[in-house]
């Protein structure tokens, strides 16, 4: 993976993090886990990061922002089939979420499918993120 790659992956995986979209129908439970998983994503804390967001998604298994973010705390941990699958599951349940195509495709390009990845990137493309039309350009 390219240090390029790596950055701007590293910079989209903070800015899912930071931008929580639930639902205000959510279960306050939910939202409140969801919450401490951002504040310790962001404080660096990973695992304590993962442990609440599946805190958050035992409640309500279909938050996508949920598995999007668990997706980005296991990529810090070096997890990234776990991440690829967190990612997956954040696409079943909102098959228009480009963060979730592009973050899959980087972590699909950590494990040496690029052919995975290239894929991904041009969906993420599709919806209308420039930088994976970039990468698909340069790599695909």
């Not at 994503?41 to 990973?46: K, L, S, V």
């Not at 973050?103 to 499918?113: F, K, M, P, Q, W």
């Not at 990137?121 to 340069?138: H, I, Q, S, T, Y």
């Amino acid at each position: 993976m390219s240090r390029r790659t790596i950055a701007i992956a590293a910079a989209l995986s903070v800015l899912a993090v930071g931008s929580p979209l639930i639902t205000a129908n959510a279960n306050p439970l939910a939202t409140q886990y969801f919450n401490q998983g951002v504040e310790k994503y962001e404080a660096g804390n990973y695992q304590g990061a993962i442990d609440d967001f599946n805190k958050a998604i035992e409640i309500n298994p279909q938050d996508a922002d949920a598995y999007n973010n668990r997706g980005g705390a296991k990529i810090e941990l070096g997890d990234y089939q776990g991440a690829i699958d967190d990612w997956s599951k954040a696409i079943e349940i909102n098959p228009k979420d480009a963060v979730a195509y592009l973050s899959r495709g980087v972590a699909r390009e950590l494990v040496y499918d690029l052919e995975g990845a290239c894929r991904d990137w041009r969906k993420a493309a599709d919806f209308g993120l420039k930088e994976p039309a970039e990468w698909v350009k340069n790599q695909c």
